[in-house]
């Protein structure tokens, strides 16, 4: 039996594709903290030996690592990088929202 599946490419946010109202905030959070766990595995730190090192609270880069991001802005993650000897470097390109475009492929069962 042929069964007829809808393949929807993504938008390239999945905060977006999820349908979150702050789509674009999130990933840049997202992208942001997968830095700061990426800086604090190179250099093995914990999150109390990270504390000690940036002054930044243990609690917060436990949240970090558990993607609990509600609590920080994007500029206070850029600071936390910062604190850990990392550069950002911003890139903004603005378009359109246009409408998801919408393969269909057919499956067998």
Do not use: C, W, Y
Not at 3 to 16: D, M, T
Not at 53 to 71: E, N, P, Y
């Amino acid at each position: 039996m042929k069964r007829k599946l809808e393949l929807v490419h993504g938008s390239g946010n999945v905060f977006r594709d999820l349908g979150h109202p702050n789509a674009d905030v999130e990933q840049i959070k997202a992208i942001l903290a997968a830095q700061i766990i990426i800086a604090l595995d190179a250099r093995k730190l914990t999150v109390r030996a990270a504390k000690e090192l940036t002054g930044i609270a243990a609690a917060d880069f436990s949240r970090i690592r558990r993607v609990k991001l509600d609590r920080f802005t994007i500029d206070r993650l850029v600071a936390i990088l910062n604190k850990l000897d990392r550069r950002v470097n911003v890139s903004v390109s603005v378009r359109r929202r246009n409408k998801t475009n919408v393969l269909s492929v057919a499956s067998a069962r």
